[in-house]
Structures are given as C-alpha cells and as structure tokens.
C-alpha cells in the first residue's frame, strides 16, 4: 500500500508539473502567482514544481513582468530551443522528416524517396537511417532530443506503435515504435497521417483555439482527423475520421477497400483522373490529352488542374464534380459531428476554387449546419509538424496523449 501511494504522489506529481508546463507554454510569459492561480496549485507547490521545471532547463525565468502594487514578479517562458522534436511523415511515395523546436518550428527538414516496392525490414532501415541523416544534417545532440513522432499513412495502432496497413506500401503490422526506440534510445510516438495533422493544425494551425473542428485531407486517398473538445478523437481502434470509405453512390466505382462507391474512389486525386480518362477513352476533346501528349496513362489530378487553369470544360467539370463528391462526404460529417471548423490539406484541395467553389455549394444545401472551410496552414510539413506535436503533446498534455507513457523521464517529468 505504501509503495502505491508514493506511486500515485509521484504521478499526481508529474501531472501537476505538465499542467504548470502548459499554462506557461500557453500564456508564457506569465508569474508564478499567475501560475497558482490558473492551476489552482498552491504557491508554494508552483514554487518547488517550477523550481524542478527550471533546473531541467524545459523552462527559463525572462524580463520582469508589471504589477501594480509590490515589486515586479518575476516571468516564466517555455525554453523553446533547448529541446528538439523529430517528426516524419510517412507518405505515399517519400518521408518527410523535420526537426523542430518546442514551439514546432521547424529548424530543419529532409525529404527521401522510398524505392516501391519495399519490403517492412528494408522501410525500417531507410526510416532510421533518414533519422541519421537528419540528425547530422542538423548536427543535433542526442540528449536534447525528446522523442520521434511518427504520421503513418493508413490504419495506425497508436498504443502498440505498429502501423498495421499500410496500402501505399502493401505492407502490415510494421513495428515501428519498438525497430526506433531501439535504434535511437528515444521515445517514439506514432498516428495516422491525417490524425496527425488535424492535431498540428490543432496546436499550432488554422485549429488553434477551435474546440471541434475536422480536418479532411483529399490527395491519394481521403482521410479525416476529428478534434473534439481540443482532443483527438480515434475511436475504439483507432480508425475515427475514415471519411474516405464512407458510401456516396451504391452503384459508383469500385475502391481500393473492395467496396463500390466509396468517398475516395469518387474524389481522391487517382479517382478525378481515371473519370477523366474514361471521358477521353470514349472520344471527348480535351486539352488534356495534349498535356500528356495523347498517353492517357499519364494523366494525373495534377494534368486535371493545369488544364483547368486554361480552361478546358472538361477538366473544370472533372473538378466540379469532385468538389460536389466533397462536398457530400463533408455535410455528412457536420451532420453527424457539428464542428465548427473543416481545415482541408492534401494535393486535391490545392485545385483551389476549382473543387472549393461546388464543394461550399453542396455543403451549404445539405448540411443543417453550418461551418466554416479553410485550408491548412501548415502546408506540406504539416503531418510532420503533427507527428512532432505527437511528442510536444505527451510533454505538456500527457493525459490526452494516445501512446504509451514511457519517455517524458528524459526532462524529469516522470
Ligand atoms: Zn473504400
């Protein structure tokens, strides 16, 4: 009994100390008496926590702050570059990697092509050996490092750290978390992609502040992360926000899952251009036959767009079309989750007005509600800069935090 109360003293510890971390994080610089106040802490708790805070560096005292009566306290801040977070996202074709600080600003950033196919051993390999990379690239210390998150495409089982499909890939139940934590001695956090993002969009983004929003990622594939009371929902295994599979025409083409009609086989990027190629198949006139000089293999979204842009009727219908796809899939997650914000990312939402224009149309007729669109503002980096929040998140807000709970000792925070 004895040993369990020390050990719910020191969790109970460990929370109080992430909670002090965060409000600085939040409202830094700010007083230790502001501190007690907003955490409800007494002071001469806040003292000795942020006396520990100080001593491990995660914190620096600043300028003197102003009071109207007594002296002038002094101002706590977040040491925002003493510490550095890897993230990766794991994409279709290429890693991106960032290092950043604890503010998410990226200090560096790495882009590796994946040969296709790969097996998981040599993915494992080129992952850690893009990490070495990255960490010479950046002439990083290791001991400064907090942790690796990882935004994984397809279905991610964040708790055991296992990417269990991977379809870009064609690859299952990759280890990641145990191959890294080995490699590098570090925490290793990982999430899907998109989940990934829709929480940097949270923290540092065009989410900051908004307690529900969704954030719908349109490029190979079609994918959401929900944010709900400023957390990541995931569900019960973790595949909360699979937009993508959802049905929008029970006779419509048939999807990668095996299904007809899904969301992505309609609107994601491979699915606007293999509509187009049909079209031309059939004898319709397009400029974008002459965009890939008459080899309609080539055609991609991107050809769909570049024609759009010169005007080509059937590449604007393409898009319009996709937008209206969209636009369905989106209405239906205001109707069911009532956010106040959709963020859009991906290759697909960069078509602009194009998909945007009948995408806002559809969604005001058939949503009962509505919500405001915007695009990303963390722009390609933006799944990485989401798997580095992975990391910064089991540092100041452990208790959302969907991974295990192993790391945050690095910083005495255990
Ligand atoms: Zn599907």
Redesign the pocket.
Known sequence: MASGMVGSFQLMKSLNKSLILNVIRLDGPISRAEIAKKTNLTPPTVTNLVAELLASNLVIESDLGTSSVGRKPIMLRIHASAFQVIGIDVGASHLKLVSTNLNAEIQETLLVKMPNPITAPSFLELLIHSVDTLLEKSQLQKDTILGIGIGMHGLVNPKQGVADYAPNLALRHIPIREKLETAFNLPVEIENDVRAMALGESWFGNGQGIENFICVNVGMGIGAGIILDHKLFTGASFTAGEI??TTIEIEGPK???G?HG?L??LAAGPAIASRVQEEIRLGRESLIAELVHGDVEEITGETVHQAALQGDPLAIEALKNTGRYLGIGVANLINILNPSRIILGGGVSKAGEFILGPMKETVEKRALNSASICEVKLGDFGTAIGAATLVLQKLFMPEYSNGDTRGTERVGLQ
């Open positions: 993508g599979h999807c990668s899952c299904n899904c992505q086989a």
